[in-house]
């Protein structure tokens, strides 16, 4: 059974940082993608970041590129999302994915976790 499970969010001030962890279970790492994804108040969800352990592999969102930096690590089965230089508009509900392979269209992604809210005071 795959689990996901976040944790680590919460508040934070402007150009402060944060590190999201996600416990991740019931899966191979290497046989799949894990993705982190945001939803902002109001907005629809976005894809953040996704890993691809067997290609050695993380890609960004342009606007998180340089401030966040994903780390997957397979014996610890976790997956942390280290956010840097945090802006409001980082604010968000942050949740980890696994798929079959990298996509920005959540349709795609098999399991989710339920989510680790982060808020970010200007």
């Known amino acids: 059974e795959v689990q996901l499970v976040e944790s680590g969010g919460g508040l934070v001030q402007a150009g402060g940082s944060l590190r999201l962890s996600c416990a991740a279970s019931?899966?191979?790492?290497?046989?799949?993608?894990i993705g982190w994804f945001r939803q902002a108040p109001g907005k629809e969800r976005e894809a953040v970041s996704c890993t691809e352990t067997r290609y050695g592999r993380t890609d960004y969102v342009d606007s998180v590129k340089g401030r966040f930096t994903v780390s997957a690590d397979d014996a610890r089965n976790m997956v942390d999302l280290q956010m840097a230089s945090l802006t409001p508009e980082d604010t968000a509900d942050y949740y980890c994915?696994?798929?079959?392979?990298?996509?920005?269209?959540?349709?795609?992604?098999?399991?989710w976790g339920q989510g680790t809210r982060v808020t970010v005071s200007s």
């Open positions: 019931g899966f191979s790492f290497d046989e799949n993608a």
């Open positions: 994915a696994v798929g079959p392979i990298c996509s920005t269209d959540e349709e795609d992604w098999d399991y």
